[in-house]
């Protein structure tokens, strides 16, 4: 008997958001809704004209010191935990700060 695998979460190839579960048949959906999927199509067809790779990733000055800060805290929450486990915080205190992390993390995952 083979065991069940619990379906791995999908996210939307635009905006990031989670895709709800659909059935078994048919391809897989990619984009959340119609909007995202144009806006998807409309970077692919910006991405021919300049010649770049298709996988390659433009970032805008803004999106990049955004991406930069939250790395930043992501470093600085990491730091925090490591300072405070050399220091002898209880257990509850580390639990607490590596969920902090782990939230800071989910949330850097999310590009867009």
């Known amino acids: 008997m083979q ?15 989670r895709l709800q579960q659909s059935g078994t048949v048919g391809r897989r959906r990619r984009y959340c809704g119609q909007s995202c999927r144009q806006r998807a199509y409309e ?4 991405v021919q004209r300049t010649g770049l790779p298709e996988d390659a990733v433009v970032l805008s000055d803004v ?8 790395l930043f805290q992501l470093r600085c929450a990491a ?12 257990t509850g205190e580390l639990c607490r700060m590596a969920a902090e992390l782990a939230r800071a993390a989910r949330e850097l995952e999310q590009l867009r």
């Open 43 to 46: 970077r692919r067809a910006a």
């Open 79 to 90: 730091e925090d935990v490591l300072t405070a486990a050399e220091d002898g915080a209880d």
């Open 63 to 70: 999106e990049i010191a955004t991406l930069q800060d939250r």
């Open 3 to 17: 065991a069940l695998r619990t379906p791995v979460p999908r996210h939307c190839g635009w905006c990031g958001r």
